[in-house]
Every structure is written in C-alpha cells, then in structure tokens.
C-alpha cells in the first residue's frame, strides 16, 4: 500500500469512536488515526466532546474516556508513552491501535488516501470528521 504517487504518499485512516453503552450501539467521533507506511508514520488526533457524550450517556466515565485517548496518542508517539508498543514500528502500532475491540472507545474501519503530508492529513480529518 505504500509508494509515490505524483509526489503523494498512501495513507490509512481509522477514526475513533466512543461508545458508552455497547448495547445501545450510540457513538460520537472522538479522534483519528492516521498511517504512512512510506514516512514511518503514525499519528492520532483526538477531540472529546464531553456534552455529546453525556447526551448519549448521562453516566459516562468522562475522565476514563480521556484516559483511553491520550493512551491512544501515547501509542502512536511511541517510546515510553507507548507501553509495552515502545519496541514496535510505527506499522505494528497502527494495526494494534485498529484491532477492533469491544471497549468504550473502538476504531472505526480502515479508509485509505494520498497525501503529501500526513500530520496534516491527520489535522484535516479530525477538522471534518470529528469537530
């Protein structure tokens, strides 16, 4: 999937949704992730709205949602923050991050594009999909 492509790169994307009741199926975007395997690269950028996550959930662990975001982030930039990830390429990371999983905060599907920047492919989807 990767390569050149008049001066662009194939990127994946996932967004991240939060779920706060599995059984109700509900879920707001709460950030993406952004991979290039061509650069090395993978990103997430998150945004919570907390009011429409206590619109769908008036109980919503809020600070527990927080810390599953940042843990997500933390992941992507690797070294310490990434936990027991600290070791893997930027590539194991990303197909970590989108295993799907059945937890508040869950990745959506995979979408692909070409960009010439992907730090700014990740800004520009949180932008449109997320806030």
């Given at each position: 999937?990767?390569?050149?492509?008049?001066?662009?790169?194939?990127?994946?994307?996932?967004?991240?949704?939060?779920?706060?009741?599995?059984?109700?199926?509900?879920?707001?975007?709460?950030?993406?992730?952004?991979?290039?395997?061509?650069?090395?690269?993978?990103?997430?950028?998150?945004?919570?709205?907390?009011?429409?996550?206590?619109?769908?959930?008036?109980?919503?662990?809020?600070?527990?949602?927080?810390?599953a975001l940042r843990a997500v982030?933390?992941?992507?930039?690797?070294?310490?923050?990434?936990?027991?990830?600290?070791?893997?390429?930027?590539?194991?990371?990303?197909?970590w991050l989108i295993a799907p999983?059945?937890?508040?905060?869950?990745?959506?599907?995979v979408h692909t594009g070409l960009?010439?920047?992907?730090?700014?492919?990740?800004?520009?989807?949180?932008?449109?999909?997320?806030?």
């Amino acid at each position: 999937m990767s390569g050149l492509h008049n001066g662009r790169d194939v990127f994946e994307y996932a967004l991240l949704k939060v779920v706060p009741r599995v059984e109700r199926g509900e879920m707001i975007n709460a950030g993406v992730v952004v991979y290039c395997r061509a650069r090395h690269f993978v990103e997430a950028r998150t945004y919570l709205d907390e009011d429409r996550l206590r619109a769908l959930d008036t109980a919503a662990d809020v600070e527990g949602v927080k810390a599953a975001l940042r843990a997500v982030e933390g992941i992507c930039v690797g070294g310490e923050r990434a936990g027991q990830a600290a070791g893997d390429d930027a590539g194991r990371r990303f197909r970590w991050l989108i295993a799907p999983r059945s937890t508040v905060v869950q990745p959506g599907p995979v979408h692909t594009g070409l960009t010439v920047d992907p730090s700014i492919e990740a800004g520009r989807l949180l932008d449109l999909l997320v806030k």
